[in-house]
């Protein structure tokens, strides 16, 4: 174990916290019941679980339990919600607004629903990573039906401003979806008073498991129509059919739980190793934080370094901490972050970067290990490129 990097990479996965893993255990065996089995025992325990969770996931929104559709995760939460906005709606309208800086789950589906002849608008954000609302106002068309902008961005952690963009969607009957993946349990939200229609939720990142998240679906005020991605036997209202995963489902109530009762004093926590991380590499010159200074998640610190050769600084890195570089999270890629140049980076200080997800089982002395390596490798790299003469 010891010769293992230290974990930063949260905005990837988080490890199961074990009391989530315990509360999950019971549910693979003695109680493996179908929650669509209605005639003994076995399907009520299961339907039981199912409900809780329904319940700790709406409270923690503001929404009602029956509001919630399960999903094996964020991906598919957003092609549901985006997807299913869009052929349920498009007679009215067939335009929708999204951001450069969405996750590919919400942009590819988008680009595949241009290919069926929707018209996608994608907004720029300002180098802080916030979008301009002023050109939200000015994207806005009488054809346009759905409006996705994220909580929480997972490469820079900004955090956009959900209540304005809710009010604005709100005020011309237009849907609004936010991709919550990385801000569920970590920041306050609220469907109501932030006016949102539809928000994808997943375990995994919250330290619950792999494989489960949700759609919040409005009801009422107004209710929206979702055309199904799935069919079969009509689970979830019909929105999407599957046997439900009862352990999964478990263990994204219990993560959720555990993280709401513990949010404000882990972020906290999370903010004094972030300040600690980012004031020690502040000593080295051409250091630039990526995303807005405060309307950020407390565990992103995101940053690309001047002088330095993008894979040489993430190879350099590799052997003490578990971080992610600033190229296509998608391995199959090597092009730069789609987020990192819609910030107006140039591709090679796009490449430079490394995005640190600072979690829930992190230490200070971790923190300085990372910061002392990070430092003396940047230094070093720098170094070499001066003495070969193709620094610029
Ligand atoms: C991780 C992530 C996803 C994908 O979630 P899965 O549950 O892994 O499908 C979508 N959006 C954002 C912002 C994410 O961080």
């Known amino acids: ?85 869009a052929e349920a709606y498009f007679q009215k309208g067939q335009h929708i607004i999204t951001v450069a800086t969405e996750h590919s789950a919400v942009l590819d589906p988008c680009k ?27 994207a806005f068309r009488p054809e346009t039906i759905l409006v996705s902008v994220m909580a929480a961005n997972n490469e820079i952690g900004v955090l956009q401003a959900l209540a304005e963009i809710g009010e604005m969607c709100r005020d011309r009957n237009i849907i609004f979806h936010t991709d919550a993946a990385q801000a569920i349990g970590k920041i306050p939200l609220d469907v109501q008073a932030m006016k949102i229609d539809l928000m994808s ?37 019909g929105m999407r059919s599957g046997t439900l995963y009862t352990p999964q489902i478990v263990g994204f109530g219990k993560a959720v739980e555990i993280a709401l009762a513990e949010q404000t004093i882990e972020n906290q926590c999370l903010t004094e190793l972030r300040q600690r991380l980012r004031s020690q590499l502040s000593q080295l010159e051409g250091i630039h934080l990526n995303g807005h200074p405060t309307q950020r998640l407390a565990g992103n610190l995101n940053i690309s370094v001047e002088g330095v050769d993008g894979a040489a600084l993430l190879l350099g890195l590799q052997p003490v901490m578990a971080v992610s570089s600033g190229s296509a999270c998608s391995s199959a890629t090597t092009a730069p972050s789609h ?54």
């Open 112 to 138: 595949y629903l241009k290919t069926l002849g929707f018209e996608i608008t994608i907004l720029p954000v300002q180098k802080d990573g916030l979008i301009d609302l002023t050109k939200l106002e000015k």
């Open 201 to 237: 939720l997943t375990a995994h990142k919250v330290y619950g498991p792999k494989g489960i998240g949700a759609l919040y679906v409005r009801r009422r005020n107004p209710r929206v129509q979702l055309a199904p991605q799935q069919h079969g036997g009509g689970h979830e209202r």
């Open 339 to 392: 987020v990192l140049t819609a910030l107006g980076h140039s591709e090679k200080l796009a490449y430079a970067s490394v995005r640190f997800g600072i979690g829930r089982f992190n230490t200070l002395e971790e923190i300085d290990i990372v910061a002392k390596h990070a430092i003396a490798t940047i230094q070093s790299l720098r170094k070499q490129t001066t003495l070969v003469g193709t620094g610029d």
């Open 1 to 85: 174990m010891s010769t293992r990097p230290i974990y930063l990479d949260c905005h990837a996965t988080t490890p199961v916290d074990e009391r989530v893993v315990a509360a999950m255990l019971p549910y693979f065996t003695e109680r493996f019941g179908n929650p669509s089995s209605i005639s003994h025992v076995y399907g009520w325990e299961a339907e039981a679980a199912v409900k809780q969770t329904r319940e700790i996931l709406a409270t923690a929104i503001n929404a009602t339990p029956e509001e919630i559709v399960f999903t094996s995760g964020a991906t598919e939460a957003n092609n549901l919600a985006i997807k299913g906005v």
